[in-house]
């Protein structure tokens, strides 16, 4: 896996996925996420600067992280209860913590980091390896907007602002969808401007199911509705 979240990225992560980080926004996927753990305790892949642990951590959830950028951890341990949260370094899709957890969960699209079958299925693979009977692997994934493309054409804008705009380049064949965000930011001091190129990889509902269905081992499991990454 490739480390996308290097220090050009991190240093402005937060500022850039502001409403990512809206507090009705945290609160409802923290609330799930809760649910979900019950008593237990839950382990994120792609931990990030802590967005969604450190409030679940706060619910009195024991959260474990996983994260491959230390200039994103570097982050968390900057924050109110960062330190506190444990954290291990290295690749989701093949990292394996000590103990078991009754949920594991990805968010904000971080499945599609994984840009190879082989990588996703892995993710699944490891997950299943780490939950208690009865746990529960939470992914949250776009839909990818394949029917928004006409004939010939393969990229989609999103994300459209005075100051920020991205573009994602799907290929259904492959299934990568690379994705490409432009920033730009005016001070007293004069303009700064910056690309962050990231590479990306969709999956498809029929695939999820796949998957899910052979690493599941009694673990719960819902199909995904329409596509998915």
Not at 8 to 21: G, I, K, P
Not at 110 to 123: E, G, K, P, R, S
Not at 124 to 129: I, N
Request: aromatic share 6%.
């Amino acid at each position: 896996m490739i480390d996308h979240f290097g220090e050009a990225v991190a240093a402005t992560y937060d500022r850039n996925s502001a409403e990512r980080f809206e507090p009705e926004l945290v609160a409802s996927t923290v609330d799930v996420l809760a649910e979900l753990a019950g008593a237990g305790r839950a382990l994120e892949l792609g931990i990030g600067t802590g967005r969604i642990a450190l409030p679940l951590a706060a619910r009195g959830v024991p959260v474990h992280g996983i994260e491959l950028s230390t200039a994103m951890l570097a982050r968390l341990r900057a924050k109110p209860g960062g330190a506190e949260i444990g954290v291990t370094v290295g690749d989701f899709a093949s990292t394996r913590v000590a103990g078991e957890f009754a949920l594991a969960y990805l968010v904000f699209n971080t499945i599609m980091n994984l840009t190879t079958q082989d990588a996703q299925v892995a993710c699944f693979r490891a997950v299943a390896d780490q939950l208690t009977p009865g746990g529960c692997f939470a992914v949250e994934v776009i839909v990818p907007e394949l029917r928004k493309l006409p004939a010939g054409q393969t990229v989609l804008p999103f994300g459209l602002g005075p100051d920020r705009w991205a573009r994602s380049d799907y290929n259904p064949a492959t299934q990568a969808a690379p994705a490409t965000t432009w920033t730009s930011r005016r001070a007293r001091t004069g303009a700064s401007r910056s690309i962050s190129p990231c590479r990306r990889r969709i999956r498809y509902a029929e695939q999820a199911i796949s998957v899910s269905s052979v690493h599941s081992q009694g673990r719960r499991q819902r199909a995904p509705r329409g596509p998915s990454c």
